[in-house]
């Protein structure tokens, strides 16, 4: 598990004063970015390789709310995983309460065409799987 820490902006902010709900899904965006960069395949270093990562489904549940400055502790891992599609699973806390929680999926891309990241990106592939120490979990 990693963990991304994000200062809610004041443009985050609805009317209400609280934290807009689409913007969950942009930190949720930026706590795999980081957890990627820390395993030292970064989306720049993927993208590189002429390999892409769009998200093929996305889920996001509020929790409660938070507002202007607060730090949102976001916890990511991967969940299921497989040579052609992983899961990023998020909660994001605010002190002692968790605000949400959610989970993305992505697969590889090359030209259009889905591609197997254990023979694509095998340092990828080896780095997931010695973070969930399984070989293949889906």
């Known amino acids: 598990m990693h963990t991304y820490h994000h ?7 609805d009317r209400m004063g609280i934290t807009h709900h689409s913007n969950y899904v942009r930190i949720m965006e930026e ?3 980081d957890y990627l960069d820390q395993l030292g395949y970064g989306f720049d270093k993927i993208e590189a ?7 093929i489904s996305i889920e996001c549940n ?6 202007f400055k607060d730090i949102i502790d976001v ?7 497989s040579e052609v599609k992983f899961e990023f699973l998020y909660e994001m806390r605010h002190g002692d309460k968790v605000v ?8 590889f891309s090359e030209n259009g065409h889905i591609v197997a990241i254990s023979k694509r990106l095998p340092g ?4 997931i799987c010695a973070q969930n120490d399984a070989p293949n979990n889906q």
């Not at 916890?75 to 995983?81: L, Q, T, Y």
């Not at 949400?100 to 697969?107: D, E, I, N, P, W």
């Not at 990828?124 to 780095?127: E, I, K, Q």
Request: proline letters at 5%; a positive charge.
């Open 7 to 13: 200062e809610v902006r004041y443009y985050e902010c």
């Open 31 to 33: 706590a795999r970015v």
């Open 49 to 55: 390789e002429g390999v892409v990562s769009p998200v």
């Open 62 to 67: 509020y929790k409660h709310p938070t507002t």
């Open 75 to 81: 916890n990511v891992s991967i969940g299921k995983f």
């Open 100 to 107: 949400c929680t959610g989970k993305s999926l992505h697969c």
């Open 124 to 127: 990828l592939y080896a780095a």
